[in-house]
């Protein structure tokens, strides 16, 4: 008890104080890794890649289509005005032709568009 008065007078207080009591750190983190890049850009290539091969593939058959509407007609129209001939010149002129191949045509689109998914 004797050693209390003088420890006591001989003790210094030391108070530290933060300027600002919230730490602020500032940590840089990539949106896209490299590969997350090239994934995305890939992915959007093949998308555009993939609706400019069916478009390509819908012309090539139109154009079949077409062509092979023409054939029919040029050898119905050979035959004269009797039998098939004087038909398909009939259904031509009312539009009946037209219908039909448009009625086909979106049969085989429907057709390659799920070709083309399963692919």
Not at 73 to 84: A, D, K, V
Request: charged share 10%.
């Amino acid at each position: 008890m004797c050693f209390t008065r003088p420890i006591v007078t001989s003790i210094a207080y030391v108070h530290f104080f933060y300027s600002d009591p919230v730490v602020t750190t500032m940590k840089q983190v990539a949106i896209y890794s490299t590969e997350s890049l090239l994934g995305n850009i890939g992915g959007q290539i093949g998308l555009f890649m993939g609706f400019s091969l069916v478009t390509v593939a819908e012309m090539l058959e139109l154009i079949f289509l077409l062509a092979g509407h023409q054939g029919a007609l040029s050898q119905g129209q050979g035959q004269g005005t009797e039998g098939s001939g004087s038909q398909s010149t009939r259904l031509n002129e009312d539009g009946g032709h037209l219908e039909k191949i448009a009625e086909q045509a979106s049969k085989i689109s429907i057709a390659v568009l799920v070709h083309f998914q399963w692919a």
